[in-house]
């Protein structure tokens, strides 16, 4: 069911660049942002994708200076919205790790946790950097907390997504 929502999410929007084509997202030859830009791009490293990107919300936890330059390249190059606040509409929680992955109990991780979004290493965006465009959370989904506790925000995004199926019906 919600393959099939998401199928016609993409060919709706296709369909209305199509009709519309002066509200179309940047074409692969357009170039954005200026020569004084912090983060310059070529025409061949513009963000390309059909996915929903416009819709991401994503907000850091605890991260290092070196993740926040990364999370700010990343909003420069996808044009994503990011936050320093957790809100309902937060899709994506980017959580600092320590050497074993491990991330901590940051109330941001576990407000995500509670309501089944996406709880993500530095190394998602990263990955989404060099392939200019979004890849699959799974991978870089935050595995274990400081504590030891196992699958958090997996078994909590599964819980999420378990609820809205059972509400659908």
Same mark, same amino acid.
């Given at each position: 069911m919600?393959?099939? =929502?998401?199928? #016609?999410?993409?060919? *709706? #929007?296709?369909?209305?660049?199509?009709?519309?084509?002066?509200?179309? !997202?940047?074409s +692969?030859?357009?170039? &954005?942002?200026?020569?004084?830009?912090?983060f310059?791009?070529?025409?061949?490293?513009?963000w390309? /994708?059909? #996915?929903?990107? %416009?819709?991401?919300?994503?907000?850091? +936890? =605890?991260? /290092? $200076?070196q993740d926040?330059?990364?999370?700010?390249?990343?909003?420069?190059? +996808?044009?994503?919205?990011?936050?320093n606040?957790w %809100? +309902?509409?937060v899709?994506h929680?980017?959580?600092?790790?320590?050497?074993d992955g491990a991330?901590? @109990?940051? !109330?941001k991780? &576990?407000?995500? *946790?509670? =309501?089944?979004?996406?709880v993500?290493?530095?190394?998602? &965006?990263?990955a989404c950097?060099?392939?200019?465009?979004?890849?699959?959370?799974?991978?870089?989904?935050?595995r274990? $907390?400081?504590?030891?506790?196992?699958?958090?925000?997996? *078994?909590? @995004?599964?819980? =999420?997504?378990?609820?809205v #199926? *059972?509400?659908? !019906?």
């Amino acid at each position: 069911m919600l393959f099939i =929502a998401a199928f #016609c999410y993409i060919c *709706i #929007c296709l369909l209305m660049d199509f009709i519309f084509p002066q509200f179309a !997202r940047p074409s +692969s030859e357009t170039v &954005l942002g200026d020569s004084n830009s912090p983060f310059p791009m070529e025409m061949n490293e513009l963000w390309t /994708s059909l #996915c929903p990107t %416009s819709e991401w919300v994503i907000c850091g +936890s =605890a991260l /290092s $200076d070196q993740d926040k330059e990364i999370l700010d390249q990343f909003e420069y190059h +996808s044009g994503v919205t990011t936050t320093n606040n957790w %809100s +309902s509409n937060v899709t994506h929680v980017l959580a600092n790790t320590n050497e074993d992955g491990a991330c901590g @109990r940051t !109330r941001k991780v &576990l407000l995500a *946790i509670l =309501a089944g979004k996406w709880v993500v290493n530095v190394n998602w &965006l990263s990955a989404c950097l060099e392939a200019k465009k979004p890849v699959p959370e799974e991978p870089y989904e935050i595995r274990s $907390d400081v504590h030891g506790a196992i699958d958090g925000p997996r *078994i909590g @995004r599964l819980r =999420a997504m378990q609820k809205v #199926c *059972i509400e659908i !019906r």
